[in-house]
Structures are given as C-alpha cells and as structure tokens.
C-alpha cells in the first residue's frame, strides 16, 4: 500500500548548521503535508504544513520545500540550536483529503551537538 | 486548561484485563482526535471526533477498542480484555475544526500490558 517514508532516520549536526529532513510520499492524491516535532517524553508539536497548490513555504527558522514531480517532501532548519533535537515526522492526508486523518512516518532523530 | 490533558500518564496492566484512558482537549476545540505510536514508530490513527460523534472509527484496531465523547469536551478511550500488542503510547489531540493539520496533542498514556 501507499505510505509515508522518510530517507534518514538519524542525522546528527553541529550547533549552528542547517538541518535537512527529508520525507518520500507516494500517494500521488496527497494533497497536504505537515511536520511535526516531538521531544523525548512529549506529544508531537505542529511545526509548519504545506498544500499541493506550493512548492515552498517558510517559517521561523525553517522552511518546507514540497517537490510533487517526485513526491518529495523536506524540512530545512536554519542555524540548528539544542532546543532542536528531537524526532521530526511528516504526515500526509492521504487518499481521503481530509486533514484529520494523517498519516505519519516512522521519524527522523534529529541530535544536535554543541 | 492550557493544553491537552491526558491521564493516566503511565498505566501498567495485566494481560485480559480492560482499561480506560481519559483526554481533556482545549477548550473550545470541537475536534478530537487518537492516535497509538508503537515503540520507534510513526502514529497511526484511531478514530476522530467532531462534537460528540465519531464520523471516523475505521483506524480502531478490533472490536476491543471503543472510545466516547460527552458534552463536546472530554473522550475516554477503552480497550478490553487487552493484548500484550496493545502496548503503545496513546496520544489525545485536539483542534479548533477539522480544516488544518495544526493538532494540539498531549503528552500521551503510556500502556504496558504484561
């Protein structure tokens, strides 16, 4: 079946670097994506989302870049801090087009070093 | 309250036994909102609630699991006679309406079915 998937399941940068998270979706229907953050010991945080009508949209500190030709998705984090390190998932909304029912992938560890 | 509220934090059972777990959304959400995250895993969707009713329960995994919501505000979920596969972190979110990905989550039930 179609799924959400990520290309790294670690990535490890030094403090001030720019972070990418990659994701690979292959439900071409997907017309929503959304990163989100989730700390050890917490619930997942809404980080920034895109619709399928964009190719990029930026936040504060990052920026969400949606490439549908080759369902590719990715979050850039600009001049990563500590407070960055956690888990980073994408999630989707799936054939259905609704925006409740997510799918998420299984994660990328984010760690940041001093 | 100020966020989502989820209790018990950490619930530790023994195998046939049923239990019970409790999510106060935001205030004023009227979407809510249950995922499962297995250990290293993405989340996977339960069920989702507008109001009081459930227009989605596809992602309960058996007919062991059930969930309720009273007066639009707080939803108990239930699993019965459980299964030593049912131990997860279930996840409570909620949001304004079922129009964006933003979901507020809590911290999560942590289950441990022995």
């Known amino acids: 079946g179609e799924s959400v998937g990520l290309h790294l399941p670690t990535l490890s940068v030094q403090e001030g670097d720019n972070s990418i998270i990659n994701c690979a979706y292959s439900?071409?229907?997907?017309?929503?994506f959304i990163w989100y953050k989730q700390e050890s010991g917490k619930g997942p945080q809404f980080i920034i989302d895109?619709?399928?009508?964009?190719d990029k949209r930026q936040g504060q500190r990052v920026t969400v870049l949606l490439n549908k030709t080759v369902k590719h998705l990715s979050l850039q984090i600009a001049a990563t801090q500590p407070g960055d390190s956690a888990v980073y998932f994408c999630?989707?909304?799936?054939?259905?087009?609704?925006?409740?029912?997510?799918?998420f992938g299984k994660g990328t560890l984010l760690t940041v070093n001093p | 309250g100020a966020g989502v509220s989820q209790s018990p934090s950490n619930k530790v059972t023994e195998k046939g036994k049923d239990v019970e777990l409790r999510c106060d959304p935001i205030?004023?959400?009227?979407?809510l909102y249950w995922y499962r995250q297995s250990l290293g895993q993405g989340l996977e969707f339960l069920i989702y609630f507008q109001g009081n009713s459930a227009p989605d329960k596809s992602g309960l995994p058996s007919d062991r699991f059930s969930a309720e919501r009273t007066g639009g505000s707080v939803s108990t979920l239930t699993i019965q006679r459980t299964q030593q596969e049912d131990s997860a972190v279930y996840l409570c979110?909620?949001?304004?309406?079922?129009?964006?990905?933003?979901?507020?989550f809590g911290e999560g039930s942590r289950l441990t079915v022995l």
């Open positions: 895109i619709r399928s009508n964009m």
């Open positions: 979110a909620s949001s304004f309406f079922q129009g964006t990905g933003e979901l507020f």
């Open positions: 205030s004023g959400h009227t979407a």
């Open positions: 439900n071409s229907a997907s017309d929503y």
């Open positions: 999630a989707e909304n799936g054939s259905g087009g609704s925006n409740y029912k997510l799918t």
